[in-house]
């Protein structure tokens, strides 16, 4: 699982290392060189600032957030004026921020960005401030702060993200009209760019949320008569969906059905497969997105069935979905770490590990034992249930949740409206958690294709 939340796509799913030992092997040293870096009390002595940064990093790149901090405190109460404090308040407050605290992370990174405003942490800092007014629910005082940032970084790696961020914060505070405006400007500054996309779909978006049917479908007409639409956060097959969705809504049935029709059989296409579900329900014909072959087959296994079925019976999950979810974050390799410190199968991270490892019946859980397949299936059963009592059974909103984040996917599904699939996927504001959502969706309809609910080959 991984938490990373950027407007940017990252192609993290290439780039999984397959041995985790060196990363492993450094935070073990860490761990030991802590021990012998106390005083009789415990309390940790002061090293030089470098030591102090390094091995809070270590910490906090494996997510265990309350150990870097101890190191960061130590250079904020003896390294002052070090160049090293941005780093130390920048990654305090991001710490805070991965454990969704917001309100404590504000002001470590709110001191990033006024003390160091030249540094990369300070433009995160301001960043990621922004992110934190979003999650608490000050929608307005983030979209200033987004503002803010696009004035003080014009050309700055996140100035795209920090115009789209804007928007749909100012169509959370319900101003509507101001996010139209920054859609303009979106529009006009990154013309020709992924981004002018990305934003015409925020208007698309925005459109559907109030009940605008017929301003979506021209939204939707004007995208598709220019496409530009990769890397943005949108695809053609998308911008159809919802313009069908639009005019079914306004009681156009049947050039809603000649528009899903449009859409392209694929089993690689998320909103293929629901379109084609939209055809089958309205007594349309239409053509199977999976083909079964045995090829498919080999690459869909019902892997570690023992234990899939197990404990995803014990939670009443449907083990096709534990299985679409562990193909995209390990391809059933146990051993893998992340980039962001996620381990073994189902891909936990240290800190959602140690919310549920007692209640999975593994309350000395100690990071390494994420590598083993029992008990990584079971904690991640755990996790996959909780996360299903919380968002109502919908399987897009947990599979958004597991990659993106519970306070994120809560958010996309409160601008969902109406609370549909299709419609909750499209408002998911990370790509890489939306192509995320696309691949483990896509993974589970193969999957029920191929099986049944007892993981026997059909």
């Known amino acids: 699982m991984k938490h990373l939340l950027t407007i940017a796509a990252i192609s993290f799913f290439l780039s999984i290392p397959v041995m985790p030992q060196a990363s492993d092997a450094m935070l073990r040293n860490i761990v030991e060189k802590d021990k012998t870096s106390r005083d009789p009390s415990g309390k940790l002595n002061t090293l030089t600032a470098a030591e102090h940064i390094m091995r809070g990093q270590t910490y906090y790149d494996n997510r265990q957030f309350p150990q870097s901090r101890e190191h960061f405190q130590k250079v904020f109460e003896n390294y002052p004026n070090d160049p090293l404090m941005s780093t130390a308040l920048f990654l305090t407050g991001r710490s805070y921020y991965w454990e969704r605290e917001y309100a ?38 983030a979209a200033a702060i987004y503002e803010q940032y696009t004035v003080m ?11 789209l961020n804007m928007i749909d914060a100012l169509r959370e505070a319900g101003r509507y009209d101001e996010a139209n405006t920054w859609i ?42 220019q496409p530009k639409f990769t890397a943005s956060m949108t695809s053609s097959d998308e911008v159809k969906f919802l313009k069908a969705f639009a005019m079914d809504k306004s009681g156009k049935r049947g050039d809603a059905i000649a528009v899903y029709s449009a ?23 239409v053509k199977p997105t999976t083909q079964v072959t045995s090829k ?7 892997a570690f069935r023992t234990e899939v079925l197990q404990y995803s019976k014990a939670k009443k999950l449907d083990p096709r979905f534990v299985l679409a979810i562990m193909k995209q974050e390990s391809t059933f390799r146990p051993g893998v770490k992340s980039p962001s410190a996620a381990r073994g199968l189902l891909q936990l991270v240290m800190d959602t590990a140690l919310k549920y490892n007692k209640k999975a019946g593994f309350p000395n859980l100690q990071p390494d034992d994420l590598y083993q397949p029992r008990i990584n299936i079971a904690i991640g059963c755990e996790y996959i249930a909780a996360l299903r009592d919380q968002f109502g059974g919908l399987n897009e909103a947990i599979a958004a949740s597991y990659n993106g984040g ?19 996927a499209a ?13 483990v969706m896509t993974n589970y309809r193969i999957y029920k294709d191929l099986y049944d609910e007892n993981l026997n080959a059909r």
């Open 104 to 141: 404590r992370a504000i002001p470590f990174l709110d001191r990033a960005t006024r003390e160091y405003p030249a540094t990369k942490d300070g433009r995160e800092g301001l960043y990621f401030k922004g992110a934190c007014n979003v999650r608490i629910g000050k929608n307005g005082e």
């Open 406 to 424: 519970e306070d994120n996917a809560a958010r996309w599904l409160n601008r969902s409206k109406p609370k549909e699939p299709g419609i909750f």
């Open 153 to 163: 970084y014009p050309t700055a790696e996140r100035v795209e993200g920090a115009y």
């Open 296 to 302: 498919l087959t080999q690459d869909f296994p019902a």
């Open 184 to 225: 303009d400007k979106a529009v006009q500054r990154f013309s020709g760019m992924p981004t002018e996309a990305s934003a015409m779909h925020a208007r698309l978006r925005m459109d559907i949320y109030r009940g605008r049917w017929a301003e979506a479908v021209t939204t939707a007409d004007t995208m598709l008569a």
């Open 263 to 285: 859409i392209p059989s694929s089993s690689s296409s998320y909103y293929s497969g629901l379109a084609a579900d939209r055809l089958a329900a309205a007594g349309s014909r």
């Open 427 to 439: 408002e998911v504001g990370f790509a890489e958690t939306k192509n995320y959502v696309f691949k």
